[in-house]
């Protein structure tokens, strides 16, 4: 199965102008167009196996949230002290902690990414280096190993690869297809936002994407 753009715009009504203003997918100078998009998501998701119409429900649906509606390719982590201590209410115990980090994204990043996922101390700057990026973010030193494994392309050394047109389309697909196919499978969506969140944050966002992309797609 593959998806039209009519389709792709009608699951994300915004996405035609969101695709235009992501600058990591600028090619000589060229904005990206909604067809082309649709054409990449088409690609890839052939490749990695994900062919059916609940298979691109929950990708999509998921790829809508984590991105933006196409909007974003890489994390945005320019928090201010509440938003910190709303996503990390472990980590930033105290509004004062909080607003030592507030709007400072690679700090945040070599903070809360430290000696996770593959990551060294906050010191090494992998946070920052290995921070979110693709459709459906990849993080952390050890899954751009993984990836990079996969994909031939060394974006260890060069993690913007993940951020531009191949890589945060291929990855998505990649992502989507190692972790959460069996649980599309079985219209297990939840359960697929646990995998690709690590919790059930923009689950209701994700849920309304969802029922729109079944009104579209099935």
């Not at 909080?98 to 101390?121: D, L, T, W």
Request: charged share 20%; hydrophobic share 35%.
């Amino acid at each position: 199965m593959e998806i039209t753009t009519q389709q792709l715009l009608a699951i994300m009504p915004n996405a035609e102008k969101n695709i235009r203003s992501n600058r990591n997918w600028l090619k000589d100078g060229r904005p990206m167009t909604a067809d082309e998009a649709t054409a990449l998501l088409n690609r890839y998701a052939k490749e990695c196996g994900i062919t059916t119409p609940l298979h691109w429900v929950h990708f999509l649906a998921n790829v809508a949230v984590e991105s933006g509606c196409l909007r974003n390719s890489e994390e945005n982590l320019n928090y201010s002290a509440k938003g910190l201590r709303t996503m990390w209410p472990a980590r930033f115990i105290t509004m004062e902690q909080a607003m030592q980090y507030a709007h400072k994204p690679e700090k945040i990043a070599n903070y809360v990414y430290a000696m996770r996922m593959g990551n060294g101390s906050r010191d090494s700057g992998d946070g920052w280096r290995y921070r979110g990026r693709g459709l459906i973010g990849y993080t952390g030193k050890a899954n751009y190993q993984e990836y990079a494994k996969w994909c031939g392309y060394d974006v260890v050394k060069q993690p913007d690869l993940l951020a531009g047109r191949t890589g945060a389309f291929r990855s998505a697909a990649h992502f989507f297809a190692k972790n959460c196919l069996a649980m599309a499978n079985k219209d297990n969506g939840m359960g697929i936002r646990r995998r690709i969140n690590g919790g059930l944050t923009g689950w209701t966002e994700c849920q309304q994407y969802i029922d729109r992309a079944k009104q579209v797609l099935l």
